[in-house]
């Protein structure tokens, strides 16, 4: 099931590199088609997925390289398997509800790479393949922008391209560095992680080791103060490429810090997560009120979609059973509504050929249906109750307490902020008096409402009954919390410069939610 999810996006983008085909709606339904079959798989991957930490399902293990250690293995457990759901419903919905003109298939082919390759990097187990599947994703992010992006498409790919490169090439030489440093001869997680149960690094090789992977996911990920790649890519990307970026390709980071930094190299961790909660109140605070300046649509959600990636931050730092479960709605959550978020304002903007808040207004006239979406979308960024947000802030907020006091202050203050800036984009664009040169401005078609609907449908659905996210309790602890753990400690005595750690901070990965 895995394998299928992963390569039948990408042997269809091959079909359509190869086939001359005529027409953009015909490209479109050559390219959504599979996606219909990936994303009923995705549900079912998770369906029969177990909880992070209780072993894997759909293993695949197939040796690619035995002689450095490399082979194809692929698994699923409930946390990688939302990701890859979270992949398939926003590669089908952008799909779906994009519109291409100009070299239709390309454009498509190019979507479906982006998508099975964030759904390899998500399943596998292999490091090389976690890493090179990645990058198989990455590249076309930046043929989308410089191709069909707006006015600035050229500076904005070299920018994302020398940013996203950098970050890429840290990240490498992490693994490398944790590659070589172990002596296991092997890119398998598990058998990392084994084996440096039994023997771990010199708490100085784990922290040198933890910041290069830490700087690498961090960039990847818009970590202030290395955030400036991610407002200027956005917004002049095709609303397509924005959404699978902002929705799916931005929680790799997140998620190579959870299941690769943090337990395999917990005393780097542990020296690092001071720095970790700074920054993060950087892309809380600094990229809020950045946010609240911004005159321009696309630009302000993107400095949202930055802002709020220091709540993960935070939840990671904290590491509690309850900012755990919190973190894990929060990746599925703040996915959707980021990408119906770039979405609605792509199509704003091909109605309208601008997306400069002071020149637009009362387009609820024209366009209600858009209207309407754009502020559930702007709902769910500001928390509101019913969307699957709320109960992902809350968790966080209640988690990050127990560790963090004085910087939960500040996390809850960023909703404030958040609410500043996105009622005020939806009064200053949607409501007052319309100009007379938007009458021409109409709803998106039935093609991009039902993708939207499909984002909106699951963000209530998950809102309403988070636990169909994160897992029913009453058969097993299904926290984050398992993810985050250290490895077991090692047969022999741990030196005293890294016990001290172990002693204080291991609880805080044991417990289960109250």
């Known amino acids: 099931m895995l394998s299928l999810i992963i390569w039948l996006p990408i042997l269809t983008a091959l079909f359509l590199f190869l086939t001359p085909i005529r027409g953009s709606r015909l490209a479109r339904w050559i390219a959504l088609l599979p996606m219909f079959v990936v ?50 419903l926003v590669g089908t919905a952008a799909i779906w509800g994009s519109q291409a003109t100009d070299k239709a298939r390309y454009f498509y082919a190019l979507a479906l790479i982006m998508a099975g390759g964030m759904a390899g990097a998500f399943a596998s187990l292999d490091l090389f393949f976690f890493f090179m599947f990645h990058e198989f994703a990455l590249i076309p992010t930046f043929i989308l922008i410089g191709i069909w992006g707006a006015e600035h ?43 440096l149960a039994n023997a771990p690094l010199p708490y100085n090789l784990q922290v040198e080791l933890f910041g290069a992977l830490f700087l690498g996911f961090g960039i990847l990920i818009s970590l202030f103060p290395f955030h400036t790649w991610a407002p200027t890519g956005y917004g002049e990307a095709p609303p397509l490429a924005a959404m699978l970026h902002a929705g799916v390709i931005k929680k790799f980071g997140l998620y190579g810090l959870i299941v690769v930094a943090v337990p395999l190299l917990p005393d780097g961790f542990e020296f690092w997560k001071p720095a970790m909660v700074w920054l993060a109140m950087g892309n809380l605070l600094w990229c809020g009120y950045v946010a609240m300046q911004q005159r321009d649509l696309r630009y302000m959600l993107a400095y949202s979609s930055v802002s709020h ?63 309407a979406v754009f502020t559930m979308a702007a709902l769910a960024g500001c928390g509101l109750p019913g969307f699957a947000n709320f109960p992902a802030e809350m968790m ?33 664009v949607f409501l007052g008096g319309a100009h007379e040169r938007w009458a021409s401005a109409c ?72």
């Not at 002596?183 to 997680?189: I, K, M, Q």
């Not at 755990?324 to 199509?347: D, E, K, N, R």
């Open 39 to 88: 994303l009923a798989a995705a549900f079912f991957v998770f369906h029969h997925s177990p909880p992070a930490g209780e072993g894997r399902a759909f293993v695949v293990e197939c040796p690619w390289a035995p002689d450095l250690g490399i082979s194809y293995h692929l698994g699923s457990d409930r946390l990688n398997a939302l990701l890859i759901l979270l992949t398939a």
């Open 153 to 195: 498409r050229r500076r904005a790919a070299m920018k994302i391209t020398l940013y996203l490169g950098l970050g890429s090439l840290v990240l490498l030489l992490g693994l490398i560095g944790l590659y070589v440093s172990t002596g296991a001869r092997t890119f398998d997680l598990a058998v990392l992680k084994q084996h």
């Open 309 to 371: 990636m220091g709540y993960a931050f935070l939840a990671i730092a904290a590491a509690t059973p309850v900012a755990a479960q919190g973190l894990m709605i929060f990746l599925f959550a703040h996915g959707l509504s980021a990408a119906v978020g770039f979405g609605i304002v792509g199509h704003c903007r091909e109605q309208t050929g601008t997306c400069r808040i002071p020149e637009l207004g009362g387009l609820a006239r024209q366009m209600p249906f858009a209207a």
């Open 396 to 428: 966080i907020f209640l988690g990050i307490f127990e560790r963090f006091p004085c910087a939960t202050v500040f996390a809850v203050w960023t909703v404030v902020i958040s609410a500043v800036y996105l009622l005020r984009a939806i009064r200053d």
């Open 443 to 514: 709803d998106p078609g039935w093609g991009r409402r039902a993708a939207l609907v499909l984002l909106l449908a699951t963000l209530f659905f998950s809102g309403f009954f988070p636990s169909a996210v994160v897992g029913d309790r009453s058969a097993s602890d299904p926290t984050l919390v398992r993810a985050f753990q250290k490895p077991s400690r090692p047969s022999h005595p741990i030196p005293s410069e890294r016990k001290s750690r172990y002693d204080r901070t291991e609880p805080f990965f044991r417990g289960t939610m109250p």
